[in-house]
């Protein structure tokens, strides 16, 4: 017993209670069975090129995709991620689990970008670099971040670039005394790395030089402006070389252009209309995302004022600065959701944890935390086994689109992978149930028709549809909990 409460004695609380915390708001929700249908829609696009379905620069989802006019391969993001995450399939293997477990090791990775971008910036220090540990905790304070953690979303990936940029660059223009050419051209590398993944957004770390001289006036004004056209300049030439060396990937990006952005821009696509005040429809997002930070900012502001501590405003405003060089550039997209924060919104964190930072140092300095120091690791390894059991106990479990799950369940004995289902004209063109069937089962949705050898409905479906189905000679019908399935005798 004695040994035991030495050894809870040399855990360190901070990072004790954000490592519980993190695992208990990540692990028990990623380990369920369902995903939104955007990263179920990556995961099917990965797996299909791992069993040699498209290629790099076609990949494949199906060929009922339920956008009208658009073709059978996929165009609608750049391609890196699905490269990555295809080339894990080969390496793991097709399991439900498969995109679940890239994102907790990308998850990770991004906790890793963030203490590499804090310590970069404190790298004189060390009292304030310690504090590391506190930044991802701010970070899933923000609502998208764990949604987005454990949905395969593609702005999780693109984070990770971006993050790497902005650590690299001030690895050139603030720990080097001279700007390091070597750590601005990883910085580009970065950034292309970064359009790679997910397009134009990953633009913004180019920005942060100037930011720095903006608020530090150090390097000088023509180093700055250098440097981020270096970085901008270094990234679109990796591109434009990538496009003039490799002719698939030129035709790529044209119907990437053609299909995405131009759409995107011009709102030419029904599912691309916010026009005029709509447009600032992004800011309430942010608004809503950076919340809960910037109250903890609020509250840390007074306890400094209290304690008569000095802010680092201009360490914070940096970070501010390029959260919003992250986020105003969304404006002009007809297309918009919370989800396209999620490259920028660590930069809000990173500042409000400057911020709060002397109120947060004040308080782990306290005796309180010395004297109590068993009793509080004690609740904090509650709080861990809390989260172990809870992602023992959901593991493999449905968590959205039960009924959905577990019919698809079913209907792998019913009809092999690979079939081709006519579904009515209302399933046709429904996200959720296309990514689904393709993730889960292989199959591929068609419009109705009299070669039709499976058929399915579900309460989407109006009556005549059905109705002309059910005048179907010679079927067998299945009645599931969401679906029913007809099959020719």
């Known amino acids: 017993m004695e040994s035991l409460v030495q050894s809870l004695k040399k855990l360190h609380s901070g990072k004790l209670f954000v490592f519980s915390f993190l695992l208990l708001i990540f692990l028990p929700r990623i380990v369920q069975k369902g995903m939104f249908g955007d990263g179920l829609l990556y995961a099917a696009i990965a797996r299909n090129l791992a069993e040699g379905k498209g290629s790099w620069w076609t990949p494949y989802f199906s060929s009922s995709y339920w956008l009208e006019n658009i073709p059978e391969y996929y165009y609608e993001n750049p391609p890196l991620m699905l490269w990555f995450q295809s080339l894990y399939f080969k390496v793991v293997g097709d399991y439900w689990w498969t995109e679940k477990s890239f994102g907790v090791i990308l998850f990770i990775i991004n906790v890793l970008m963030l203490r590499w971008v804090w310590k970069t910036y404190f790298y004189n220090d060390p009292q304030k670099a310690k504090y590391w540990f506190v930044l991802p905790l701010f970070w899933n304070f923000q609502p998208i971040s764990p949604w987005g953690n454990v949905n395969n979303m593609m702005d999780n990936m693109l984070l990770t670039f971006c993050l790497a940029a902005i650590a690299f660059t001030f690895q050139g223009i603030h720990v080097s005394k001279v700007v390091n050419i070597k750590a601005l051209s990883a910085a580009a590398i970065m950034v292309f790395l970064g359009l790679m993944v997910k397009g134009p957004v990953a633009l913004y770390p180019m920005a942060l030089p100037v930011v720095y001289w903006w608020i530090k006036r150090s ?88 304690n008569k501590i000095k802010l680092p405003y201009q360490a914070a405003l940096i970070f501010v600065i390029m959260g919003f060089g992250a986020t105003l550039p969304i404006l002009a997209s007809t297309k918009q959701s919370g989800i396209y924060l999620i ?11 400057m911020y709060s930072l002397p109120a947060i140092d004040v308080q782990f300095n306290k005796s309180f935390f010395t004297t109590y120091k068993t009793q509080i690791n004690t609740l904090w390894v509650g709080l861990l086994l809390i989260g172990v059991i809870s992602t023992y106990a959901n593991f493999g479990k449905k968590g959205r689109e039960q009924g959905i799950i577990a019919d698809l369940e079913q209907i792998k004995s019913m009809i092999p992978q690979n079939s081709y289902i006519s579904v009515c004209d209302t399933m046709m063109h429904d996200f959720v149930i296309h990514t689904y069937m393709q993730r889960m089962n292989h199959y591929e949705l068609k419009p109705i028709s009299d070669s039709s050898q499976y058929l399915m409905t579900n309460h989407l479906c109006d009556s005549l549809e059905i109705l002309r189905l059910t005048n179907y000679e010679n079927w067998t019908v299945q009645d599931l909990d969401y679906f029913k399935i007809y099959r020719k005798k």
């Open 219 to 306: 390097p000088s004004l023509m180093l700055s402006v250098s440097s981020s056209a270096f970085i901008l300049g270094g990234s679109i030439l990796c591109f434009v070389c990538m496009l003039y060396f490799i002719p698939e990937a030129l035709e790529y990006f044209q119907a990437y252009w053609n299909q995405r952005l131009k759409a995107v821009i011009t709102g030419s696509r029904n599912d691309m209309k916010l026009m005029g005040w709509d447009r600032f429809y992004i800011l309430g997002q942010l608004a809503i995302q950076i919340l809960p930070a910037t109250f903890i900012a609020v509250v840390s502001f007074f306890v400094a004022k209290a």
């Open 343 to 353: 490259p920028g919104l660590p930069m809000f964190s990173i500042a409000a944890l």
